[in-house]
């Protein structure tokens, strides 16, 4: 990933405070290029951007093929995926100690146990067993877009913390954080905003808003889930004694998915709760 910035001076703050956070365990550039050496190290940058740092192995994932491959890994081993289903509750057993189906629109899927990652439809969900969450959607954006020059590299813009990526022959370009609701209306004013801040490393690639509707491919938006204190939940639901929930990642869901499902497997199959898991307990919010 390439980070671009409009000030030098900028640059080199989120470089420190990025080897702050990786801590040694990836490599970071000893400094941030500038001028011509900073637009050199991607074809799309414009001259406004002054300083610029390339992370080698940094950058994002295509969200269709990875679920696609993902489909295809879990189908190889046995799973059977349900595809455009929608889960409204559970059917408990007699004593209500243990879920043994999930209700879905096209019937009851039966469970030994489940786990509840739905993002910000995870509050419904665990409201249905009893427990209510705080989610709050903080909503983001994107569309695709033709360029030319296009982006080699995924671009993040660093003053307007937005980003471009290379995705699927086209460019993504994504961005904003906006506390509306835990609903999927979009604000065509927020796809507006992200594309004029894209403008500032990226060139003068429309020249009115209105020029957008044209230009412009999939808007979309989707709430990533956050809870009051910033940290997930990841623990077993009180009550029933086999009903799990992973949710709250914020803005970190695929970073932190592989090693989420590896404790929270774990604790599902052998019932004692991983030391890691600690911090993310259910409880904490009940105070």
Same mark, same amino acid.
């Given at each position: 990933?390439?980070?671009?910035?409009?000030?030098?001076?900028?640059?080199?703050?989120?470089?420190?405070?990025?080897?702050?956070?990786?801590?040694?365990?990836?490599?970071?550039?000893?400094?941030?290029?500038?001028?011509?050496?900073?637009?050199?190290?991607?074809?799309?940058?414009?001259?406004? @951007?002054?300083?610029?740092? !390339?992370?080698? +192995?940094?950058?994002?994932?295509?969200?269709?093929?990875?679920?696609?491959?993902?489909?295809?890994?879990?189908?190889?081993?046995?799973?059977?995926?349900?595809?455009? @289903?929608?889960?409204?509750?559970?059917?408990?057993?007699?004593?209500?100690?243990?879920?043994?189906?999930?209700?879905?629109?096209? /019937?009851?899927?039966?469970?030994?146990?489940?786990?509840?990652?739905?993002?910000?439809?995870?509050?419904? =969900?665990?409201?249905?067993?009893?427990?209510?969450?705080?989610?709050?959607?903080?909503?983001?954006?994107?569309?695709? @877009?033709?360029?030319?020059?296009?982006?080699?590299?995924? =671009?993040?813009?660093?003053?307007?913390?937005?980003?471009?990526?290379?995705?699927?022959?086209?460019?993504?370009?994504? +961005?904003?954080?906006? !506390?509306?609701?835990?609903?999927?209306?979009?604000?065509?004013?927020?796809?507006?905003?992200?594309?004029?801040?894209?403008?500032?490393? =990226?060139?003068?690639?429309?020249?009115?808003?209105?020029?957008?509707?044209?230009?412009?491919?999939?808007?979309?938006? /989707?709430?990533?889930?956050?809870?009051?204190?910033?940290?997930?939940?990841?623990?077993?639901?009180? +009550?029933?004694?086999?009903?799990?929930?992973?949710?709250?990642?914020?803005?970190?869901?695929?970073?932190?998915?592989?090693?989420?499902?590896?404790? =929270?497997?774990?604790?599902?199959?052998?019932?004692?709760?991983?030391?890691?898991?600690?911090?993310?307990?259910?409880?904490?919010?009940?105070?």
């Amino acid at each position: 990933m390439v980070h671009a910035f409009l000030s030098p001076g900028e640059a080199r703050h989120h470089l420190q405070l990025q080897r702050q956070m990786a801590d040694g365990r990836y490599p970071l550039p000893d400094d941030v290029s500038t001028g011509a050496e900073a637009m050199a190290l991607d074809p799309s940058l414009a001259p406004e @951007v002054k300083a610029a740092y !390339l992370v080698p +192995g940094e950058g994002v994932l295509d969200p269709v093929a990875f679920a696609r491959a993902l489909e295809e890994r879990l189908a190889a081993t046995g799973v059977k995926v349900h595809e455009n @289903v929608a889960a409204s509750g559970f059917r408990r057993g007699p004593s209500g100690d243990r879920v043994t189906a999930v209700v879905t629109d096209t /019937g009851e899927i039966p469970c030994s146990a489940v786990v509840i990652a739905a993002g910000v439809r995870s509050a419904d =969900l665990l409201r249905e067993l009893g427990h209510p969450l705080p989610l709050q959607a903080g909503k983001g954006y994107s569309f695709s @877009v033709d360029l030319d020059p296009a982006p080699t590299h995924t =671009l993040y813009f660093g003053e307007h913390r937005a980003v471009a990526s290379p995705i699927g022959g086209t460019t993504r370009i994504a +961005g904003t954080m906006e !506390l509306s609701g835990n609903n999927n209306r979009l604000d065509w004013r927020r796809i507006v905003a992200v594309a004029r801040a894209s403008r500032h490393y =990226l060139g003068q690639w429309f020249d009115d808003p209105d020029d957008l509707v044209a230009l412009i491919r999939d808007p979309w938006v /989707g709430g990533r889930p956050f809870l009051p204190d910033g940290l997930p939940v990841i623990d077993r639901v009180p +009550g029933p004694g086999n009903a799990f929930t992973a949710t709250g990642h914020g803005m970190l869901g695929v970073t932190l998915g592989p090693v989420t499902g590896s404790e =929270l497997a774990a604790y599902v199959v052998t019932g004692r709760r991983p030391a890691a898991l600690t911090p993310f307990r259910l409880d904490r919010l009940r105070g």
